[in-house]
């Protein structure tokens, strides 16, 4: 169990590094130029980063709750 949520944990911090990447901030984003995002609102439009947005806070929220379901298999393996 422990190493499904541990799989899980991994895919969910690459998932969140690309999403957050692809966010255009206030610096212009790490990825947003290479997507034509230079001199724009935003790469992709509004919607977009308030989609992103979301996902972003959506997938962090998923990843807490992964990391509380590791620590608690974790407790309850040790027992």
Do not use: H
Request: glycine share 16%; hydrophobic share 60%.
């Amino acid at each position: 169990m422990r190493a499904l949520f541990l799989v899980l944990y991994v895919f969910v911090c690459v998932f969140l590094i690309l999403v957050v990447l692809l966010r255009r901030g206030e610096g212009g984003g790490a990825m947003g130029g290479v997507f034509g995002g230079f001199g724009a609102e935003s790469p992709f439009g509004v919607k977009t980063v308030q989609t992103l947005d979301r996902i972003i806070a959506w997938t962090f929220g998923i990843l807490v709750l992964l990391a509380l379901a590791i620590a608690t298999v974790d407790r309850w393996a040790a027992g």
